[in-house]
């Protein structure tokens, strides 16, 4: 939908980017903008399309001192809204709206005046990056409240094959991995490469729903001329080594940033937390080493799927 920025009550800055601005939204006040919205909860609350709560982002207002830069950054959140215009999935961030008018080619010849160009989107309460951190406390204080570790660990681990075993904590971080499996999944079957997998870039709605956000890498490959991107893109601890090399690469190096997630997820640790920028190049990037697996703690099959998802040749990771 295209909309005016007078449609909208904008309240408090929630978050800064390199590039944008996160404002919420307090009121919707053009009822337009509220059909067609299916949510669990539809109590038209304010700041909300049917229950749905929401935000703005905009660019930075800053950029309009760097043409290039500004150029730049308006591209890309174009293209986003480009992207996000053309899909629908339950686990990535929808698109509500854009500022009337404002298409690619006009954002970009507006120049200077243009700073107002914003996308309505779906309100996200907190990242992965957080809830890990969360979840990593509440595994803390109940080893540190039983004190008997032993037992403790037993709990966090199923045995071997049996998932009737797995505890519900687990569970809940499994959920979480299948969700963003799913969304993937559905973006490279819309030929969409994401090329920026990590915690940081995935969130949670109001209603506890795993969401993809922040398509600012994302690109589209039109599968008729195999227009697949060469160079590095992305966050270092997550990119696949192909990528980092300044290779070709295809839908298999979001694969790779899939299995680093999923291991975090699963271990509640960072990846790679003690290497250098030079370890990364030497052991990881131009050689095989990942992060550790302890064969007693995960279930074959997952250490399994993991293990592929992040070979280091590309033919090999799971789909």
């Not at 449609?7 to 919707?28: A, C, Q, R, T």
């Amino acid at each position: 939908k295209e909309i005016d920025r007078h449609d909208l009550l904008v309240g408090k800055l929630l978050g800064k980017g390199s590039f944008n601005h996160i404002f919420e939204v307090k009121e919707v006040r053009r009822e337009s903008l509220l059909d067609g919205v299916e949510t669990k909860d539809c109590d038209h609350s304010p700041g909300s399309e049917q229950g749905t709560k929401l935000v703005v982002k905009y660019l930075r207002p800053s950029l309009r001192k760097d043409r290039v830069k500004f150029c730049a950054a308006a591209a890309d959140l174009a293209l986003e809204a480009k992207i996000l215009s053309s899909i629908k999935h339950p686990n990535i961030i929808r698109l509500h709206g854009v500022t009337q008018g404002c298409t690619a080619s006009a954002f970009l010849s507006k120049g200077d005046n243009s700073g107002g160009y914003f996308l309505l989107l779906d309100k996200l309460e907190r990242t992965l990056e957080q809830r890990i951190v969360q979840w990593s406390e509440e595994r803390n204080i109940v080893e540190k409240g039983t004190g008997k570790l032993a037992h403790v660990r037993a709990l966090f681990t199923p045995k071997k094959s049996d998932y009737n075993g797995v505890n519900d904590f687990l569970l809940r971080r499994l959920l979480v991995a299948l969700e963003v499996a799913e969304g993937m999944k559905y973006l490279h079957g819309c030929n969409i490469l994401y090329r920026d997998l990590k915690p940081a870039n995935i969130g949670f709605d109001s209603f506890g729903k795993t969401k993809i956000f922040d398509f600012g890498l994302a690109t589209i490959i039109d599968q008729r001329t195999q227009n697949f991107p060469k160079g590095a893109c992305g966050t270092p601890l997550y990119m696949a080594p192909e990528v980092a090399r300044n290779c070709k690469y295809d839908f298999s190096a979001d694969v790779y940033s899939y299995g680093i997630l999923f291991w975090e997820i699963f271990t509640l640790d960072q990846p790679f937390k003690k290497f250098t920028q030079q370890d990364m190049q030497d052991k990881v990037v131009y050689g095989t080493v990942r992060p550790k697996i302890s064969k007693s703690r995960w279930p074959s099959e997952l250490r399994d799927i993991v293990v592929r998802c992040w070979s280091a040749d590309p033919l090999e990771r799971k789909s």
